[in-house]
């Protein structure tokens, strides 16, 4: 550096350091969701989606724990357990949704229909929308709106060509939105509460592999050590994105978090067209199309809103990288926001 050039500020370079960091944790957490159809249709063509689920679900029980163990986060999972009923029956009803949400996710790889979750998860972000409207009273801007009828358009278009309705998509959205309004309102971090999801699951699970043990029907064990390891596997490929993800949602401003949100379900696309083969019917595509223009109106809208709000430009080269990231706590007024607890338990 020459003496005519003045040193970079401390706090622009942190901060450009910071979002840079973000951006990486969350391209890492999002494309690690985008190509989970990979290893799921490897598994599911060794063992059942109920015994994948049950897995995952126990595996992950194990790895979130040691988790919130390394995190220093056992005395608030500890209160939420101890000390919360309402809380803790909350999380049993969120626990009811993502189970349903996980099971179907990996029944659509075993049925050879990974479209219909690209399609879900397209859609997921629109239906939270609307339901905040309806539940939340949260207004709606015209964009939004656009961005919710054009969804809805797309579905209907999609029934009416197809002669069907695109029930696996839809269920999919709607449990994985509902999950995500109960979260946020309810008052848990998002890797406790998951945790505690998990927990509550387990022994469920657990019975179900000894029974299916016991009756012969179960893969782990009886198959082969590559199937052991891929189900154990499961665990790590549910937690390991969710702590990606929760340390780009701490460093990120949401409306980045939002757009990078998109490369889940864009991977899931590529790969059920171009390595699964699965058919992309002229009617499947207008519906895509539709549903991208929706997310297109409803991006632009975030983006703009939120640059609105803050008020004031960043001059320099880390303008960019400073702007993406998440204002402190004292400068919201309320806290780490509750996005990472809908996002927790996506694949």
């Known amino acids: 550096m020459s003496a005519a050039e003045p040193p970079i500020p401390m ?38 989606a109920l015994e994948v689920v049950a897995h995952r679900v126990l595996w992950s029980a194990v790895f979130l724990v040691g988790l919130v163990i390394f995190r220093r986060q056992w005395p608030a999972l500890r209160r939420v357990i101890l000390d919360s009923p309402r809380v803790l029956a909350v999380l049993a009803g969120t626990t009811m949704l993502i189970s349903i949400n996980w099971f179907v996710f990996i029944r659509v790889h075993e049925t050879d229909h990974v479209l219909h979750a690209s399609l879900g998860y397209f859609i997921n972000p629109l239906i939270s929308v609307a339901l905040g409207f309806a539940i939340l009273r949260e207004r709606l801007r015209p964009m ?50 998951l945790t505690i999801e998990t927990l509550l699951l387990a022994p469920f699970c657990a019975g179900y592999l000894v029974w299916a043990g016991i009756e012969g029907r179960g893969a782990f064990g009886v198959q082969s050590r590559a199937t052991d390891l891929l189900l154990l596997a499961g665990g790590i490929v549910t937690a390991l994105p969710l702590l990606w993800f929760t340390c780009a949602a701490r460093r990120l401003r949401l409306v980045t978090v939002g757009f990078l949100q998109y490369l889940a379900p864009s991977g899931q696309f590529l790969i059920a067209v171009l390595v699964f083969r699965e058919p992309l019917s002229a009617d499947r595509l207008t519906a895509f199309i539709i549903i991208w223009i929706a997310l297109a109106v409803y991006s632009v809208d975030a983006w703009r809103t939120a640059t609105r709000r803050e008020g004031r430009e960043r001059p320099g080269g880390d303008a960019l990288c400073a702007d993406m990231i998440e204002p402190a706590p004292a400068q919201r007024g309320s806290g780490v926001p509750e996005l990472s607890s809908s996002e927790a338990s996506r694949t």
């Open 144 to 193: 939004q709106v656009a961005g919710v009828v054009l969804a809805a358009v797309a579905v209907a278009y999609l029934t009416i060509a197809s002669g069907e309705v695109p029930l696996l998509a839809l269920v999919l959205a709607t449990t994985f939105a509902i999950y995500g309004l109960i979260r946020k309102v309810v008052a848990v971090e998002a890797m406790v509460g």
């Open 11 to 48: 706090a622009r370079s942190e901060a450009a350091g910071v979002a840079r960091a973000g951006v990486l944790y969350g391209l890492a957490a999002y494309l690690s969701w985008g190509v989970a159809p990979l290893y799921f249709k490897i598994v599911v063509a060794r063992a059942p």
